[in-house]
Nanobody, 125 residues
């Protein structure tokens, strides 16, 4: 079992930045691929970014490429999402997730085995 706890959400003006953190309980954290997803009101949960077990490979949704950066610190059992140049359409609940997949960087909700409770990000115009 892996427990994930997100933090760092909040209210920010358009063009601003936020850094989300996700702390994991698993001693085997470094074996999991990690991802960030988001869900806006009335919409399905969508992929934002993911990183493989070592941190050597990443994948991003087209809507956040060049603005968001995912990273991880396996010594701290933590994954981060640095969000710059935020837009009102980035407003959503952001979820951290862990996947046992090791061959590819998973981008679908169904590929992930564990989820955090989410953190709200609100971008005002």
């Amino acid at each position: 079992q892996v427990r994930l706890v997100e933090s760092g959400g909040g209210l920010v003006q358009a063009g601003g930045s936020l850094r989300l953190s996700c702390a994991a309980s698993a001693r085997t954290f470094s074996t999991y691929a990690m991802g960030w997803f988001r869900q806006a009101p009335g919409k399905e949960r969508e992929f934002v970014a993911a990183i493989n077990w070592s941190g050597g490979s990443t994948n991003y949704a087209d809507s956040v490429k060049g603005r968001f950066t995912i990273s991880r610190d396996n010594a701290k059992n933590t994954v981060y999402l640095q969000m710059n140049s935020l837009k009102p359409e980035d407003t959503a609940i952001y979820y951290c997730a862990a996947s046992r997949q090791t061959r590819l960087i998973p981008t679908k909700v169904g590929n992930y085995d564990y989820w955090g409770q989410g953190t709200q990000v609100t971008v005002s115009s």
